[in-house]
């Protein structure tokens, strides 16, 4: 059974930082390209940071330069380390696994909310 489990959300003023963990289980991890997505109300899913097994790493424009995402195979976790953090960037943040043979898991969220 696939776990994602998100941890490290929560009230920040603009111009913070919070550091997004998401620990895997059941799954290859090393293997997978794991992401981090946001989701603020009334708004669609999107992604923020893309990291493949091979360690290519992309991000949305919005957040190059201020969010950094990396991976340890050997704790099986993907981090999003959030700096210079803004009203806008408020939002649900879901965890993503994608395997190379077409499964695709998702987290249950964490909630990331800047405000002053």
């Known amino acids: 059974q696939v776990q994602l489990v998100e941890s490290g959300g929560g009230l920040v003023q603009p111009g913070g930082s919070l550091r997004l963990s998401c620990k895997a289980s059941?799954?290859?991890?090393?293997?997978?390209?794991m992401g981090w997505y946001r989701q603020a109300p009334g708004k669609l899913r999107e992604l923020v940071a893309r990291?493949?097994?091979?360690?290519?790493?992309n991000y949305a424009d919005s957040v190059k330069g201020r969010f950094t995402i990396s991976r340890d195979n050997a704790k099986n976790t993907v981090y999003l380390q959030m700096n210079s953090l803004k009203a806008e960037d408020t939002a649900v943040y879901y965890c993503?696994?994608?395997?190379?043979?077409?499964?695709?898991?998702w987290g249950q969220g964490t909630q990331v909310t800047v405000s002053s």
């Open positions: 990291i493949t097994g091979g360690g290519s790493i």
């Open positions: 993503n696994s994608n395997s190379p043979f077409g499964k695709t898991d």
């Open positions: 059941g799954i290859i991890f090393s293997i997978n390209s």
